[in-house]
């Protein structure tokens, strides 16, 4: 089983600020990570497929980079409704698996 | 609009069983691989079982093997599953997610408001 590694664990920032969240794979899993991200009492939601590959609906604030064993989302400036938590997910072996999150909030 | 609603879950003794159910509507069911994605309460995400488009695969996590089943019907747009020899450890939120991909490749685009599960005596 493929392990994800997410940091920091918890991101303090203000809005219009840029947010970096960095998931680590035990082995390489290509470039088939996706990003969600999930708020309080909700569902998760898809916001980058493959690594790079913004969902359908998803802001251009959003991007992931990276392929292998480390991978980044990116939020170019973050807005009120980006405080959440984000989960990074492996597709490349079964199970699929996911990362621990990283909570950004509001400094 | 796409939209997945899960029922049937509640407070369950520990050893006994319970029925999960996932109503989908807004696309063709039958074209899509659909997962069960679980969350213990204030945990991350735990891929539990998927099925393929016409029903006749299905994969399950080693935790749940044994002991979940995964089933659907597609001419009702549903999807299932059968929880039994539940333990503690099963307590979450449990989501049915479709899969983005035709051959059932591990993205999940769309994901019901989930459903709570609480195995306690």
């Known amino acids: 089983e493929i392990v994800l590694t997410q940091s920091p664990a918890t991101l303090s920032l203000s809005p219009g600020e840029r947010a970096t969240l960095s998931c680590r794979a035990s082995?390489?899993?290509?470039?088939?990570l996706v990003w969600y991200q999930q708020k309080p009492g909700q569902a998760p939601r898809l916001l980058i497929y493959?690594?790079?590959n913004r969902a359908t609906g998803i802001p251009a604030r959003f991007s992931g980079s990276g392929s292998g064993t480390d991978f980044t989302l990116t939020i170019s400036s973050l807005e009120p409704e980006d405080f959440a938590v984000y989960y990074c997910?492996?597709?490349?072996?079964?199970?699929?698996?996911f990362g621990g999150g990283t909570k950004v909030e509001i400094k | 609009e796409v939209q997945l609603a899960e029922s049937g879950g509640g407070l369950v003794q520990p050893g006994g069983s319970l029925r999960l159910s996932c109503a989908a509507s807004?696309?063709?069911?039958?074209?899509?691989?659909m997962s069960w994605v679980r969350q213990a309460p204030g945990k991350g995400l735990e891929w539990v079982a998927n099925?393929?488009?016409?029903?006749?695969?299905?994969y399950y996590v080693d935790s749940v093997k044994g002991r979940f089943t995964v089933s659907r019907d597609n001419a009702k747009n549903s999807l299932y599953l059968q929880m039994s020899s539940l333990r503690a450890e099963d307590t979450a939120v449990y989501y049915c997610?479709?899969?983005?991909?035709?051959?059932?490749?591990?993205?999940?685009?769309?994901w019901g408001q989930g459903i709570l599960v609480t195995v306690s005596s």
């Open positions: 099925i393929k488009k016409d029903g006749n695969e299905k």
């Open positions: 493959d690594a790079s």
């Open positions: 082995q390489s899993v290509s470039s088939y």
């Open positions: 997610a479709r899969d983005i991909g035709v051959a059932g490749g591990g993205t999940f685009d769309y």
């Open positions: 997910q492996q597709r490349s072996n079964w199970p699929v698996t």
């Open positions: 807004g696309f063709t069911f039958r074209s899509y691989w």
